[in-house]
């Protein structure tokens, strides 16, 4: 007997379910409900395998893009180049003003 997507708590027990998990939300959802579970956008960021699942609840999403392209499409992260020039930096929470304080 399967469960109930949205009754799912974590993103790999989701995943194992054939569901979809919002990253920034930490929701389980139906794969066929999830565009009425957001309407309005508020997942940024979602999967449905395993392999892209966060390592550490409770890290700050920022920390789990690994390039300027994918911190800059979230609105709560932002890219701090390491000044090598070769594109390496970290992604940070913060927005159009700066980072926020640790």
């Known amino acids: 007997c399967t469960n109930s997507c949205s009754q799912l708590?974590?993103?790999l027990n989701c995943t194992v379910e054939e569901c979809i998990w919002c990253q920034n939300e930490e929701r389980c959802v139906d794969?066929?409900?999830y565009t009425a579970s957001f309407p309005y956008g508020q997942?940024?960021?979602?999967?449905?395998?395993?392999?892209?699942?966060?390592a550490t609840a409770g890290r700050s999403q920022c920390n789990f893009f690994r390039t300027c392209f994918q911190c800059r499409d979230d609105?709560?992260?932002?890219?701090?180049?390491?000044?090598?020039?070769?594109?390496?930096?970290?992604?940070?929470?913060?927005?159009?003003?700066?980072?926020?304080?640790?």
């Open 9 to 11: 708590t974590t993103c």
């Open 75 to 102: 609105p709560e992260c932002g890219w701090c180049d390491d000044g090598s020039g070769t594109g390496l930096g970290d992604c940070l929470p913060g927005g159009n003003t700066g980072p926020h304080p640790p």
């Open 43 to 54: 997942c940024r960021e979602w999967t449905t395998h395993q392999a892209r699942c966060r």
């Open 31 to 33: 794969k066929t409900a």
